[in-house]
């Protein structure tokens, strides 16, 4: 079975561009978050998405959104980069909001320069 | 808002060496309790998870964890650790759904 898959994988970009990051669920989870991982830190949520519909927010400004299509899938966009959001991005599927256990992905590299 | 501590950033171990690592969390509600583990260039997996009930949980690889209420601690332990072990562990109580991740505790064993 495929798990949470993940694209880009890497990718570069300069101060003040957006960024759009996808994510596929396993099949069958309806649930999607996103945690940002800043290098030699541990995993920050910012969002949970469940039946399209967001269900949690983190401490991010509003450059950071996302959305959540009718497939369980997701997007993460990241406007007006800064330095600072250079970081690894994690997707995480489960099958419901609330309790549970989260599957996560391998992650987008982003690089701000 | 809730928070966690970890409190061994970097541990150092021989293989069979036992191993515990400690983390205590502070939230008002009810909490699940994970530990997540990152292998060098892989995602992190799941290694425990405590919902409710025997407050000793028993994971992969011959982990476990104790969830002591009275002191919002759940520590993971292991009684022999193998080279295999060499990851970042990360202790994360969930509210809301919501994980709240420590900054990680960064084991190495020395053959």
């Known amino acids: 079975d495929a798990g949470v898959t993940q694209s880009p994988t890497h990718l570069i970009k300069t101060r003040g561009q957006q960024v759009t990051l996808r994510c596929s669920p396993i099949?069958?989870?309806?649930?999607v978050s996103w945690y940002q991982q800043v290098l030699g830190q541990g995993p920050q949520f910012i969002f949970q998405?469940?039946?399209?519909?967001?269900?949690g927010r983190g401490n991010f400004p509003d450059r950071f959104s996302a959305r959540q299509f009718p497939n369980y899938s997701s997007e993460l966009n990241v406007n007006a980069l800064l330095l600072g959001d250079s970081a690894l991005y994690l997707c995480?599927?489960?099958?419901?909001?609330?309790?549970?256990?989260?599957?996560f992905g391998e992650g987008s590299r982003l690089t701000v320069l | 808002a809730q928070s966690v501590s970890q409190h061994n950033h970097h541990v150092i171990l021989s293989e069979a060496a036992s191993l515990e690592l400690g983390c205590n969390y502070s939230?008002?509600?009810?909490?699940?309790l994970f530990w997540y583990v990152q292998y060098p260039g892989q995602h992190l997996q799941l290694l425990l998870k405590?919902?409710?009930?025997?407050?000793l949980v028993k994971g992969i690889k011959g982990f476990e964890a104790e969830f002591i209420k009275s002191k919002f601690s759940f520590n993971l332990r292991k009684p022999s650790v193998q080279w295999s072990d060499t990851a970042e562990y990360f202790c994360?109580?969930?509210?809301?759904?919501?994980?709240?991740f420590g900054s990680g505790t960064r084991l190495q064993v020395q053959p």
């Open positions: 405590y919902f409710s009930g025997d407050p």
């Open positions: 994360a109580p969930q509210a809301l759904g919501a994980l709240t």
């Open positions: 099949s069958g989870h309806k649930s």
């Open positions: 939230y008002g509600g009810t909490v699940n």
């Open positions: 998405y469940y039946e399209k519909e967001e269900r």
């Open positions: 995480a599927s489960s099958l419901y909001t609330g309790a549970g256990e989260l599957f």
